[in-house]
Every structure is written in structure tokens, then in C-alpha cells.
């Protein structure tokens, strides 16, 4: 490793997607990075207690749990399993951020899901998502949570997010305390809008970011394309002018890499961790304001 890590540089835990939670941690750890985001099935398999236990002996901030969400499906015993899981999310959510070092923060991520089965309304679909946020919230609050809607590139708003756009995720977050609902901006998802920098400024008026995640974009597209993600720098993204709106923006976090692509995956975890370190290094920390670990929004 050539670059000594960026104190605001988190690892999300897809990164290194076969990585069992204890090495995981281990492996973060060990490149002297600060923070880890978690997802739920590795959690689980440890199970949520074992989860904490490590987490709290790794001594890495908490930045998120990924994911909650899905909840486009019509009410009935469907909508009412996806609610009760997001209900456990939640739980997850508070327990991990309580274990994991200071600065850490209880941010749980909402991908809304995708069109119903059979249908064509996206309109329909969306007001879904709103509902589920206003049964969710109360809950969310007493917990101390707090939900990150994140918009997908709209090649996934059939199966995935009906949630396309920034504007889109703070028109639906806007009906609700910001330190209850807030966004994701993710560079792999919203680089292409041509409305980001006013989307990313109302963000930070409404104080709504809650995470900021990156990763590149690179063509051609894997034949999954929710495989494309690359290394920041690999790609097109300009990461020096969105990273820059997010600071203005007043967001003062973690930063998330967050890659999914099956020869990162099959690359040794501590061979990936080091690389997005280094692509981190380069893309992305020199348009970073520095803060110490503990100022967190």
C-alpha cells in the first residue's frame, strides 16, 4: 500500500462481498482504515450479538447497514413480511452503531424496490415508498435511526428503485424530520443527472445526506450491470466536482467505496481493500475538507 488511508474513508462491506464478517473487519482494520459499512446477511450469519462483539473489538467506526427497503408490493401479508424485516433492520441498525467506535452513526439504507409485479405505475410504486417511510419513521426515531433513502441509476427502476433521482429521494424524505429520513448520494448512481449540483444543494439546505458513497463508472457494462462498479479513478465520474458540492453541502462524514464487480470480488480482500485505498487516494480525498473522526452528520 503506497497511501496511508484518508481518516474519512470507509469500506463498504460489498467491496470485499466474500469476506466473512470477522475478516472483513479484520482486514479494514489492519489497512488502518477507520470505518466499515455492514450488510445484513453477513451480520446475520454471525448473528446480531456475535456482530456487535466483533465489531466492538475491531475498534472501526460504523458508518451504515445496507439495507432496508422493498417495499413496493401491495398491502397484504407480502407488504407486511418486507415491513416487519425493515422493523428488524432497524433494530440491526441501532445495535451495530452502539457497538462500534465513536463518531459511528446509525444510518440504515433504503433501496424502495422496484415496479410490482404486472405493473406499469411508477407514480403508484413511489407513493409506496412513502407510505412504508410514515410507518417506519416513528419507529425509526425511537430508535434512534436514521433512514437513508438512496436513488439507483434508473436501468433499475423496473427491479430495483423506483427511486431514480436525488430530487426524487428528498421529495419523498421532505414529509419528515431530517435526523429521521435522510438520503444517499451514491456517484455511481447519480453522476449522469444534469440537475446533481442544485439536487446536491437543496440536500444541504434540508440537511438530508446522510451517507455518501462512491465508485466509477466504466464502459462497457458487465452483462449484469449491477456488477460495473469500479475502483474510484477507473471511470468517468468526476469525482472532484460531485465530492466537492457534497462538502459544500455541509456533509462531513464517512465516505463510502461501495463496489460490485465479480473480479474485485474474486480478488484477496486485503488486495481489494488496498487498491480502494489507493484509487480512494487519488480520486477522491484530495477534494475532501479534513475533519476529525468525531464530527459526524
Known sequence: MTHAPDPRLSINQATIKYAPLAEALQVTAAAGIGSIGLWRDSVQAASLPEAGR??????LRFSSLCRGGFFTVPEGPARRTAMDDNRRAIEETAQLAAAGAPGSVAVLVMVAGGLPQGSRD?????SMVGDALAELAPEARAAGVRLALEPLHPMYAADRAVISTLGQALDLAAPFDPAV???????FHVWWDPDLAAQIVRAGREDRIASYQVCDWRTPLAADVLLSRHYPGDGVIDFAAITAE???????????????NQEIWDTAPATAVARTV??????????????????RR
Open 54 to 59: 466483533l465489531l466492538a473489538g475491531s475498534g
Open 278 to 295: 489507493e484509487g480512494f487516494q487519488q480520486a477522491v480525498a484530495p477534494h475532501l475538507a479534513e475533519q476529525p473522526a468525531g464530527l
Open 181 to 187: 429520513v435522510g438520503v444517499v448520494v451514491d456517484t
Open 246 to 260: 457534497v462538502e459544500r453541502a455541509g456533509y462531513a462524514g464517512d465516505v463510502e467505496v461501495e463496489i460490485f
Open 122 to 126: 411508477l407514480a403508484g410504486a413511489r
